[in-house]
């Protein structure tokens, strides 16, 4: 544990139950998009309440690579983007980004109509899978685009333009449908898009696209008709806000036995997460004021319930609430079952709630629910949590964004003294987390 330096340790002293309020900004998985989306439009364009987090800020590197004006707005939180003079980026300088996130990809379509070709970088992300990206590489050779592998990344170029098309997707990808969108607005004629992702940040992707003039239908049963326009102008949007982050610091308040009043959360984003909060003995308060309002999570005391559940697309229970919420599920009495269904390995991070004192079993098996594309294929993708356990301190190697923040509720529920070790990873997609920490009375400090 030599090569972290200070500021990427968190010491926790767990124990206390989290108690207070705390606010949650525009979605890291919408912001980063609409950030892309800004690269179409001919005026500038203006988003609202954006988080200071890591990912805002590889976005904003990229965006400045090519040519793109990044400044704050006068409100805190508000960012705008000036396109009028759109260029060519080093290849190098964009190979800078590579391994940091996996946005680049979704420069393609706006970089295409805008330059005529696009170059992206090796891509990172969180390591929980595989994270290919054949369904992009596919739809934006549909589009006409012609797609060159090189030692660096990829060459894209267009040389008869891009012409809308009829797509289908294998499994509906969030990625691959904003790369859709992204490049179908400005194609050629019309594009039917079939088993499209429909998650609320899409729609939201969707609405800011709208207001750049982009004709979009969503049908019914995951069918997205986007009528491509010649020119967009800039956007001005309020993001939806962030439930991830709202539905994290919601399971941190129940394994710590808290009451935490998450200021921004809205209950039409979170229906599926707050019905299984409910089932495994959770309680919460909706306050829908305009402004001030949000949702109050705690832990009505007593024993929590053991329960099934499994992760899916939209309208289904998130892989991204999946690890917070298996935290609290350790406290919870009897044997809880998690299957999930979106990426294939996102359960390595339980080894480590092992160590503090979970029990928990991963297997090869879909168990519980439906059968899914993984259990043929040899990969760890359900658990069953036996519970409650006690949960000691013990130090702990952060592997990627979600699972991190898991290590930290762990740890901060657990007795005694952890170390939490690569806590930068979590500045990725939580802002201020340290400060919310505190102000939640929770008793960390950086070092
Ligand atoms: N997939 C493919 N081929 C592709 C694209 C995806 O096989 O070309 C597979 C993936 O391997 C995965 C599944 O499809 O098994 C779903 O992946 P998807 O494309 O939907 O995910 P993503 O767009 O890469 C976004 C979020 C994730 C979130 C997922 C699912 C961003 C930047 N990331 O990823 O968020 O878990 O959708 O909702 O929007 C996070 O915020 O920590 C995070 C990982």
Redesign the pocket.
Known sequence: MTNYDAGDVLTVHGGTPLNGELRVRGA??LV?KAMVAALLGETPSRLYDVPAIRDVEVVTGLLELHGVKVTRGALDGELVFDTSDVESANVDEINVHAGSS??PILFCGPLLHRLGHAFIPDLG??N?????????IQALREFGAVVDKSEKGMDITAPDGLKGAKLELP?P????T?QILLTAVRAEGVTELRNA?V?P?IIDLICVLQKMGAIIKVHTDRVIEIQGVPRLTGYSHRPIPDR?EAASWAAAALATRGDVFVKGARQADMMTFLNLFTSVGGAFEIDDAPGTGGIRFWHPGGELKAVAMETDVHPGF???WQQPMVVALTQARGLSIVHET???RRLGYTAALNQMGATIQTYRECLGGTPCRFGRRNFMHSAVIAGPSKLHAADLVIPD??AGFSHLIAALAAEGTSRVYGVKLIQR?YEDFEGKLNALGAHVELG
């Open positions: 890291k998985n980063s996996r946005i992300g969180c929980i899978g595989g994270r290919p990206i054949d369904f992009h499994y990808s969030v990625g691959a904003e992702a998650e940040e991830i998130m892989t991204d979106v990426y294939e964004l979600r997609g």
